[in-house]
T-cell receptor, first 111, second 113 residues
Framework: KAGVTQTPRYLIKTRGQQVTLSCSPI?????VSWYQQTPGQGLQFLFE???????NKGNFPGRFSGRQFSNSRSEMNVSTLELGDSALYLC??????????FGSGTRLTVV | GENVEQHPSTLSVQEGDSAVIKCTYS??????FPWYKQELGKGPQLIID?????GEKKDQRIAVTLNKTAKHFSLHITETQPEDSAVYFC????????????FGGGTRVLVKP
């Protein structure tokens, strides 16, 4: 079966711009979560959505937001980009709250 | 909040030898402990997980042990092969509270042929 699909794979943005990343979970998976991976901070939880509702949120500024659609697809948005937002953004999906499958991520570079 | 520490940060082993990675967690409410393997250019892949009602779980060459009292859990890879070379992450979360995995810092494993 198809895995978790994240688009785009690579993205270059300028400071101050905003960006939207997309995630299509495995069919039937209703929970989608987002993580930021950087060499310095490692893997950090951003937020999680289940049936279009945000269930959990990590310690990130309000510039980071997300949403989930009725078909479980999810998007995350980062506004007013900063150089420090350069990272690999990973999406993971699951039927419930364990056994998460990760996508390959979107590599965001802010210049 | 939860804090997960992982050791060592790098591990070099000879092919065929065993590799052990250890993690400690701080939140006694954590009851789900997955391990992920991440290869270059890919997302983390779940390789094994354990819940707090189980002390040990095995899957072929991979095993995980959990000591709830000491709040630590370990990954054991036996008969290592070159394809085991990757970065391994441990994580912890509380089932029923939604997905909020707290990850360890990662261990880069190199298996030398």
């Amino acid at each position: 079966k198809a895995g978790v699909t994240q688009t785009p794979r690579y993205l270059i943005k300028t400071r101050g711009q905003q960006v939207t990343l997309s995630c299509s979970p495995i069919s039937g998976h209703r929970s989608v979560s987002w993580y930021q991976q950087t060499p310095g901070q490692g893997l950090q939880f951003l937020f999680e959505y289940f049936s279009e509702t945000q269930r959990n949120k990590g310690n990130f500024p309000g510039r980071f937001s997300g949403r989930q659609f009725s078909n479980s697809r999810s998007e995350m948005n980062v506004s007013t980009l900063e150089l420090g937002d350069s990272a690999l953004y990973l999406c993971a999906s699951s039927v419930t709250d364990y056994g998460y499958t990760f996508g390959s991520g979107t590599r965001l570079t802010v210049v | 909040g939860e804090n997960v520490e992982q050791h060592p940060s790098t591990l070099s082993v000879q092919e065929g030898d065993s590799a052990v990675i250890k993690c400690t967690y701080s939140d006694s409410a954590s009851n789900y402990f997955p391990w992920y393997k991440q290869e270059l250019g890919k997302g983390p892949q779940l390789i094994i997980d354990i819940r707090s009602n189980v002390g040990e779980k095995k899957d072929q060459r991979i095993a995980v042990t959990l000591n709830k009292t000491a709040k630590h859990f370990s990954l054991h890879i036996t008969e290592t092969q070159p394809e085991d070379s990757a970065v391994y992450f441990c994580a912890a979360s509380t089932l029923g509270a939604g997905n909020k995995l707290t990850f360890g810092g990662g261990t880069r494993v190199l298996v030398k042929p």
